[in-house]
Structure formats: structure tokens, C-alpha cells
């Protein structure tokens, strides 16, 4: 299973998306696609910001959230995420908490977090990575 991250879902909605992610969406079962409500308060922030918010936020309804699950962040992605944050700190590693969230739900379920921010999780225990941006 899959746990899509913020530069994924724009990817989506981008003039030209990703060949790469259109290529490996199209060999996943939409039912093993998953993003977190972190990633889509993230989403949110980027759509607010934007002038052209009505727009993006019509694709976002129309291309992406029909086809994902949300994971929520609940009492065990937060335990996950406190011992992360500690290991990282202790090794003198700093990542930023949204990520931390994001990290903790897919260690949590045991998913894979398709990212093509593949540096800002490196280190992260338990965690597995794969970048679908890119070749």
C-alpha cells in the first residue's frame, strides 16, 4: 500500500504531469492509494495562497480526492511520531514536524510514502521510500 505526500498530489494537478507517476499510478489498484489529512492540510495551505485557488481546487475535486483514501493522524501515528522525532534529535537530525506526521502515519500502517522529496525522510526508522517523480 501507498501513502501519497504533498509534491505527489500536485504533481497531479500540474499542466504536465510527472510521466513517471502516471506510469505507476497506472500499475497500482486504486484501492492500495492512500495520502494522509497532514498531506491535504498541506494541499490546503498551497491552494490558499495561490491566485488561481478556484481552479486548482476544482482539479483537486475533480482528479485527485475522488481517487485516494485519507489517513487520519490518531493517538498511534502521534506515539510513532514522538519516537521518531526523538531518535532524529538524538542523532542531531532535524526534520520538519509536517513530514514527522506524515512519516509516523506510514510507519504506522506499513506503507510505502511516494514522495519525490525523498531527502527530507532519509534517516527515518521503519520508514520506506519511493520516489515516483523521477526515473
Given at each position: 500500500?501507498?501513502?501519497?505526500?504533498?509534491?505527489?498530489?500536485?504533481?497531479?494537478?500540474?499542466?504536465?504531469?510527472?510521466?513517471?507517476?502516471?506510469?505507476?499510478?497506472?500499475?497500482?489498484?486504486?484501492?492500495?492509494?492512500?495520502?494522509?489529512?497532514i498531506t491535504l492540510?498541506?494541499?490546503?495551505?498551497?491552494?490558499?495562497?495561490?491566485?488561481?485557488?478556484?481552479?486548482?481546487?476544482?482539479?483537486?475535486?475533480?482528479?485527485?480526492?475522488?481517487?485516494?483514501?485519507?489517513?487520519?493522524?490518531?493517538?498511534?501515528?502521534?506515539?510513532?511520531?514522538?519516537?521518531?522525532?526523538?531518535?532524529?534529535?538524538?542523532?542531531?537530525?532535524s526534520r520538519s514536524?509536517?513530514?514527522?506526521?506524515?512519516?509516523?502515519?506510514?510507519?504506522?500502517?506499513?506503507?510505502?510514502?511516494?514522495?519525490?522529496?525523498?531527502?527530507?525522510?532519509?534517516?527515518?526508522?521503519?520508514?520506506?521510500?519511493?520516489?515516483?517523480?523521477?526515473?
Amino acid at each position: 500500500m501507498y501513502i501519497l505526500d504533498t509534491d505527489v498530489l500536485s504533481n497531479l494537478v500540474r499542466k504536465t504531469t510527472s510521466p513517471v507517476l502516471r506510469q505507476k499510478l497506472g500499475e497500482v489498484s486504486p484501492e492500495l492509494i492512500f495520502t494522509s489529512a497532514i498531506t491535504l492540510s498541506e494541499i490546503f495551505y498551497g491552494v490558499f495562497r495561490s491566485p488561481h485557488r478556484e481552479r486548482i481546487l476544482a482539479e483537486l475535486e475533480d482528479k485527485v480526492f475522488p481517487f485516494v483514501s485519507v489517513l487520519s493522524f490518531d493517538e498511534d501515528c502521534a506515539r510513532y511520531f514522538g519516537e521518531i522525532k526523538a531518535r532524529l534529535d538524538k542523532r542531531g537530525w532535524s526534520r520538519s514536524d509536517l513530514d514527522l506526521c506524515v512519516a509516523a502515519i506510514a510507519v504506522r500502517h506499513r506503507f510505502v510514502l511516494v514522495t519525490g522529496n525523498v531527502r527530507h525522510f532519509q534517516g527515518i526508522p521503519g520508514l520506506k521510500v519511493e520516489n515516483w517523480l523521477s526515473d
